[in-house]
């Protein structure tokens, strides 16, 4: 249960810290991570709204997979 907590405290916490350093240095330097004419490429806007529309998907599920089975079970 233990080595459970720390293995979810990592994965939680190590992210946050390195995106925040990410940012920082970015900052710090005055030019962001990825340039913005990325955007312009369709390979990337086209990506992205896959990416989006999936993770939606994906989280709305568990809600209306709840909903349905309230129905069906009574």
Known sequence: M????YVLVG???TPTHTNTHARQ???HHG???RPPSMLTSRAVVLTSL???V???????VP????????????
Do not use: C, K, W
């Open 2 to 5: 233990i080595v459970l907590t």
């Open 11 to 13: 994965h939680i916490v």
């Open 25 to 27: 240095r970015a900052h």
């Open 31 to 33: 030019r962001p991570d």
């Open 50 to 52: 896959i990416g989006f």
């Open 54 to 60: 999936a993770n939606a998907a994906m989280f709305s």
């Open 63 to 74: 809600f209306h997979l709840s909903t349905f089975l309230q129905i069906v079970e009574g």
